[in-house]
DNA sequence: CGAACCTTATCACGCTCGTGTCAAGGTTCA
DNA sequence: TGAACCTTGACACGAGCGTGATAAGGTTCG
């Protein structure tokens, strides 16, 4: 078989084990699996964990954020829905007309199509 | 002066008024104050807290996820990460080649032009 | 002035996150 | 066969989230 046993892929990441079953069951990696239900870790996987590593060290960003944001990546009302609440709120008050926020709907549907 | 105090936009917006300072805390809804600084909110700010919590409700997201969201629409650096991050993982791993992780640096440039 | 508000700070509480460790049991392989 | 792995499940624990309550003090306004 190709590929690294749960304690060699956490050797060779500098994840511990224990957190890469947190991280599977984050949804983040989520590596193939023998018949026996072993946890088998391949190149691919490997690099995933390391720059997931990365991300989560320079950016200190936390598992949950980026589980988030994969959301965000699929749940494509979720994304317009939280743009456009964003989008309102960068705006200047001063600019912003009482009723501009009725538009919602319309940008938030808009937004769907232009976005993805 | 034209706006609702912490407690009368609490009344209208179904939050309540420790968590209006909460989520001022969190960055998202933060009104203007007086001199003597009391928190004065305008018809801008309960709107949002009224869409905040609808977000909420409706998504089943959290304050931090909000709160993440708006990090990846301002730091384009981690933005460019995640998602070059998260493309990665869409792909089917069996098409994916050995080195195609290589790219990264490249597709998170690339990407930063392009997604603005 | 005094009631009714506002401010920040703090204690509390249950829940989740990130992480380790340990237990009970199945798998692999020399 | 037996040592060395793997599995899931659980207890633990500090830190932070979401929320209320309460205290000590400043502001507003009839």
Do not use: C, N
């Not at 990696?29 to 490997?46: F, H, K, N």
């Not at 995933?48 to 980026?66: G, I």
């Not at 007309?97 to 940008?107: A, I, K, N, S, V």
């Amino acid at each position: 078989m190709d590929g690294l046993t749960i304690q060699e892929a956490a050797d060779t990441t500098g994840w511990s084990a224990r957190m890469l079953r947190y991280v599977e069951r984050a949804g983040l990696v989520s590596p193939e699996r023998t018949p026996a239900g072993y946890r088998i870790y391949g190149a691919a996987e490997l690099q995933r964990l390391r720059t997931l590593k990365e991300l989560l060290a320079h950016f200190d960003v936390a598992l949950s954020d980026v589980a988030f944001a994969a959301r965000l990546e699929t749940d494509m009302d979720l994304r317009a829905a939280v743009q456009t609440w964003l989008r309102a709120q960068a705006v200047r008050p001063e600019h912003v007309g009482p009723d501009d926020w009725l538009r919602f709907e319309q940008l938030k549907h808009q937004r769907l199509l232009e976005v993805v």
